[in-house]
């Protein structure tokens, strides 16, 4: 059974910063690209970052290029997503996806065949 469990989300000031980590089991993670989108109060899913299976390379949505990192950590079967400069339009539920169709990285919602469960992240003004 594969599982995605989100944490580290909560709520900061504008120009702070959040990591949040999403921990896989019941797959092959080290062979598996990830994404993290993100859904706000009345819109749909957003793709934000997405990474290959070796972490080198990796893609950004334009709204959070040059203040989000995405990272993982085969070892610990852990991606993570570091998030600096924090604005109030980055509030939302964050997701993280495993194993595009294509099987490459990808900031589209409908390649992804599992995700977990979201974790809530809060910016205030």
């Known amino acids: 059974q594969v599982q995605l469990v989100e944490s580290g989300g909560g709520s900061v000031q504008s120009g702070g910063s959040l990591r949040v980590s999403c921990k896989v089991s019941?797959?092959?993670?080290?062979?598996?690209?990830m994404g993290w989108f993100r859904q706000s109060p009345g819109k749909g899913r957003e793709g934000v970052a997405c990474i290959n299976w070796t972490g080198g390379v990796t893609y950004y949505a334009d709204s959070v290029k040059g203040r989000f990192t995405i990272s993982r950590d085969n070892a610990k079967n852990t991606l993570y997503l570091q998030m600096n400069d924090l604005q109030p339009e980055d509030t939302a539920i964050y997701y993280c996806?495993?194993?595009?169709?294509?099987?490459?990285?990808?900031?589209?919602?409908?390649?992804?065949?599992?995700w977990g469960q979201g974790t809530q992240v809060t910016v205030s003004s």
């Open positions: 996806a495993a194993d595009p169709s294509n099987g490459f990285p990808s900031l589209v919602e409908y390649e992804y065949a599992y």
């Open positions: 019941g797959l092959r993670f080290d062979d598996t690209p």
